[in-house]
């Protein structure tokens, strides 16, 4: 969980240490002295810490790429420092946009009725219609057969239907024209259905016909039908060289097909993937740890837990004393930032690796007495 102290909340609690006169919102901009020096080594602190290790959880987080035909290597995002390998999955590229509405409905155009249409903050977010539609067009393959799922929910209760309509248009029906009624209220009811492009352009509609509920989107998603998720296996650079990149570098499509494996490239700064992907329609879901960009608003937060924030502000008291030449009290600083590290290495890094059997009906033989009994599992 992302932290929620601010950086003038830290800077405070140094100064407050210091004995110093304290910043607030409005005379943020203009520190001045050990105030703007302060400011100088929170961020340097929050540094020292971040690189103390390379794998500290709060800096975990989880990217996408999109593949190209053909294309074998790509770039890491700027934040980048370390990627998992073990977490890179090749899966099917989500053509909806916003599908999930997790903050809005936009992306999302509306075809007016009677009611309304719009956004409805429950769950994680969804679309409301009220006798309303709302289409969105996305780009298909001709021929190219699509999954579909959609999940919806009856506000009220009555059991009116969802009209999804998949065709050439909005509200077009060449490609799929079906219904999703709710009979579980209170749960909703899913879709999952596929249809076959017949344009490079197709039109996801959704229409609730009645204004006598309000039939909530929880999410729409589409994607090819025969992408499969599968784990990309990792090799290195080295086995890369001596084993695949002559199939890789015949220049023939011939040799293009679904990417089983991935490599981190020589200079670190992305990955490539073998063999060759033979179509547009992939997605590279992957792992890594980010680094962190320096705090510079009053308002700015740190990635950190709020736990843990003693730790940067006792580093920051370490710069603070070296600065005043109180060595004495710089090595006291110093002493309680390096013992908050070790806390968070065993808090934060510590991980059981193994499992317990819990399997308690063990069946005693007749072999042994009572006082020594012998067990078979």
Same mark, same amino acid.
């Given at each position: 969980?992302?932290?929620?102290?601010?950086?003038?909340?830290?800077?405070? =609690?140094?100064?407050? #240490? &210091? $004995?110093?006169?304290?910043?607030?919102?409005? +005379?943020?901009?203009? /520190?001045?002295?050990?105030?703007?020096?302060?400011?100088?080594?929170?961020?340097?602190?929050?540094?020292?810490l971040y690189?103390?290790?390379? *794998?500290?959880?709060?800096?975990?987080?989880?990217?996408t790429?999109?593949?190209?035909s053909?294309?074998?290597?790509?770039?890491?995002?700027?934040?980048?420092?370390?990627?998992?390998?073990?977490?890179?999955?090749?899966?099917?590229?989500?053509?909806?946009?916003? %599908?999930?509405?997790?903050s !809005?409905? $936009?992306?999302w155009t509306?075809?007016?009725?009677? %009611?309304s249409?719009?956004y409805?903050?429950n %769950? $994680?977010?969804?679309?409301? &219609? !009220?006798?309303?539609?709302?289409?969105? /067009?996305?780009?298909?393959?001709? =021929?190219?057969?699509?999954?579909i799922?959609v999940r919806?929910l009856? /506000?009220?209760?009555?059991?009116q239907?969802?009209?999804?309509?998949?065709?050439?248009?909005? #509200?077009?029906t060449? !490609?799929?024209?079906t219904?999703?009624?709710?009979?579980d209220?209170?749960?909703?009811?899913?879709?999952?259905? +596929?249809?076959?492009?017949?344009?490079?352009?197709?039109?996801?509609?959704?229409?609730? +016909?009645?204004?006598?509920?309000?039939?909530d989107?929880?999410?729409?998603?589409?994607?090819?039908?025969?992408?499969?998720? +599968?784990?990309?296996?990792?090799? @290195?650079?080295? =086995?890369? &060289? *001596?084993?695949?990149?002559?199939?890789?570098?015949?220049?023939?499509?011939?040799?293009?097909?679904?990417?089983?494996?991935?490599?981190?490239?020589?200079?670190?700064l992305?990955?490539?993937?073998?063999?060759?992907?033979?179509?547009d /329609?992939?997605?590279? !879901?992957?792992?890594?740890?980010?680094?962190?960009?320096?705090?510079?608003?009053?308002?700015?937060?740190?990635?950190?837990?709020?736990?843990?924030?003693?730790?940067?502000?006792?580093?920051?008291?370490?710069?603070a004393?070296?600065?005043?030449?109180?060595i004495p @009290?710089?090595?006291?600083?110093?002493?309680?930032?390096?013992?908050?590290?070790?806390?968070?290495r065993v808090?934060?890094?510590?991980?059981?690796?193994?499992?317990k059997?819990?399997?308690?009906?063990?069946?005693?033989?007749?072999? %042994?007495?009572?006082?020594?009994?012998?067990f078979t599992?």
């Amino acid at each position: 969980m992302a932290g929620t102290k601010t950086y003038l909340t830290l800077i405070n =609690n140094v100064l407050r #240490e &210091l $004995n110093e006169v304290e910043l607030t919102s409005s +005379t943020f901009s203009a /520190s001045r002295g050990i105030q703007t020096a302060t400011k100088d080594f929170i961020n340097k602190a929050v540094n020292d810490l971040y690189t103390a290790e390379v *794998q500290w959880p709060w800096l975990y987080t989880s990217t996408t790429q999109d593949v190209n035909s053909g294309q074998q290597e790509y770039t890491f995002p700027t934040a980048f420092r370390v990627a998992d390998f073990e977490s890179f999955y090749l899966i099917s590229k989500e053509l909806v946009t916003n %599908g999930e509405f997790t903050s !809005n409905i $936009n992306s999302w155009t509306t075809i007016a009725g009677a %009611g309304s249409a719009s956004y409805n903050s429950n %769950g $994680n977010g969804r679309l409301r &219609l !009220n006798d309303y539609a709302a289409h969105q /067009s996305i780009s298909t393959v001709v =021929n190219q057969s699509y999954r579909i799922q959609v999940r919806v929910l009856d /506000s009220n209760s009555v059991g009116q239907p969802l009209k999804v309509q998949v065709g050439t248009a909005a #509200e077009g029906t060449q !490609n799929l024209n079906t219904t999703l009624t709710v009979s579980d209220f209170g749960k909703g009811a899913i879709l999952d259905a +596929t249809f076959t492009a017949t344009s490079q352009t197709t039109f996801i509609t959704l229409n609730n +016909t009645s204004t006598a509920t309000n039939l909530d989107v929880d999410f729409v998603r589409v994607s090819e039908k025969d992408v499969v998720p +599968t784990k990309l296996q990792f090799i @290195s650079y080295a =086995n890369y &060289l *001596q084993g695949v990149i002559h199939r890789d570098k015949v220049n023939s499509s011939d040799h293009y097909a679904k990417p089983k494996s991935v490599y981190r490239t020589q200079d670190n700064l992305g990955f490539g993937i073998t063999p060759l992907p033979d179509r547009d /329609s992939y997605q590279i !879901n992957y792992q890594y740890y980010k680094s962190h960009t320096e705090l510079s608003s009053a308002t700015d937060t740190l990635d950190l837990p709020d736990i843990y924030s003693d730790v940067v502000v006792n580093r920051a008291k370490y710069y603070a004393y070296k600065l005043r030449s109180d060595i004495p @009290s710089a090595n006291i600083a110093n002493a309680e930032y390096e013992d908050g590290v070790k806390r968070i290495r065993v808090e934060a890094l510590n991980k059981q690796d193994y499992m317990k059997d819990t399997r308690t009906n063990l069946e005693m033989s007749s072999r %042994g007495s009572t006082s020594n009994p012998v067990f078979t599992y």
